[in-house]
């Protein structure tokens, strides 16, 4: 594989992450601190200890990319950083690492949109894969993010040049998922321990609201998240559980029922809406991006609905669909392809967004 080497660095959020990428595709490092245990104290992200902890890591993690790299700084052609969507001090600690990097060491730096990025990981290779098993879109796609902190459909006719198709217009997905696995006294983050929990009740008939809200592309979670609350109050009053200590736990069995239940609906209006949106846009491929896309339920839908469909799916290993540098790389690949450079002025956009409609 050919194309820029680029060091690629992200921090919007909880993941302290730096990887090696050469054009745009090929990994050759990449390094993630997770934040998730120390999150997983106060049950979401304190955006302060957040920003501390990435102070904290990302030296570390910028040394342990080098030691996986078999590269050096003059393979190195520009600094890709993620400058927004996300929280403004976890963004500053990236940018100012960048900028300084990029000074000392005369390099361009690059500005990521960490949406861009989410998009672009379904084509990374990992080191020893063969890249045909990861061929280069074919436009239009129809993509789908569905992260901690967005959720939205957009029709890409190349890369790079997106439009809005719908939104969430109250909570993210995996909001949501978070939200919900807390109320069931799941662990943090809430998706992955939801998914675990729903195994045991595949297939049960337990139904949840859909919002549909008409024609549009648009979702939203907070009437879903509502009922949860209900049906899961409604449940422990029947095992006889105490409000007052969220430490009693409802029984497993009916833990199971209410995770699949909220599961199966969030995947439902998720595929359903995105394979509209494949046909009406005449879309050549599905893409899905961003963290909840590790979800094995929606992994498979949205598989089983492209193949029917006649499309192929673009979708990253799970490793590849949460925060990660790689994906910075890859969308940091485009960028400095279309010759752009950002300055050492380069300031946080914590609420930037992908595209217009
Ligand atoms: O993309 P990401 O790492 O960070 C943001 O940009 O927000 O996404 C994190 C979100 C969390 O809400 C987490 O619960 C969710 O992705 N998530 C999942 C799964 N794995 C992570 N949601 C559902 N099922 C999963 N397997
Ligand atoms: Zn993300």
Not at 123 to 143: H, Y
Not at 185 to 199: K, N, S, T, V, W
Not at 243 to 263: I, K, W
Not at 304 to 328: F, K, Q, Y
Request: aromatic share 6%.
């Amino acid at each position: 594989m050919s194309g820029p080497l680029l060091l690629a660095i992200e921090s919007s959020c909880d993941e302290t992450a730096i990887a090696l990428v050469e054009g745009g595709r090929q990994i050759h490092a990449n390094v993630v601190a997770s934040q998730v245990a120390l999150h997983a104290a106060t049950g979401g992200i304190v955006p302060e200890v957040a920003a501390r902890a990435h102070l904290r890591w990302i030296v570390p993690v910028l040394e342990a990319a080098w030691a996986d790299a078999g590269v050096s700084w003059t393979d190195v052609d520009g600094i890709a950083v993620t400058y927004g969507p996300g929280l403004a001090g976890s963004l500053l600690v990236g940018i100012n690492f960048a900028k300084a990097l990029a000074h000392v060491r005369s390099k361009p730096l690059i500005a990521v949109n960490h949406l861009e990025g989410h998009v672009e990981a379904g084509w990374l290779v990992d080191p020893g894969q063969d890249p045909t098993e990861r061929p280069e879109p074919l436009f239009p796609v129809v993509a789908l993010v569905v992260s901690g902190g967005h959720t939205f459909l957009a029709e890409m006719r190349d890369h790079g040049t997106y439009r809005l198709l719908g939104q969430t217009v109250d909570d993210a997905a995996g909001e949501a998922f978070d939200k919900v696995g807390r109320l069931l006294g799941l662990d943090y983050p809430g998706g992955p321990a939801i998914q675990r929990a729903a195994e045991a009740a595949i297939g049960r008939d337990v139904r949840f609201p859909r919002a549909w809200l008409g024609d549009s592309y648009d979702f939203s979670f907070s009437g879903l998240k509502t009922a949860a609350r209900r049906r899961i109050a409604e449940a422990r009053v029947e095992a006889r559980l105490p409000d007052d200590d969220p430490a009693a736990r409802l029984p497993d069995a009916v833990v199971a029922e209410l995770a699949y239940g909220f599961q199966d609906a969030v995947v439902d209006v998720l595929a359903t809406k995105t394979m509209r949106a494949a046909a009406e846009i005449g879309a050549r491929a599905v893409v899905i991006g961003g963290g909840v896309a590790a979800n094995a339920a929606l992994r498979a839908r949205i598989e089983h609905d492209a193949a029917a469909a006649g499309l192929p799916v673009v979708v990253p290993r799970p490793g590849l669909c949460t925060d990660n540098g790689a994906m910075i790389g890859a969308a940091g690949a485009r960028r400095y392809a279309a010759g752009e450079r950002a300055g050492l002025d380069l300031d946080a956009r914590p609420s930037l967004p992908l595209a217009a409609r």
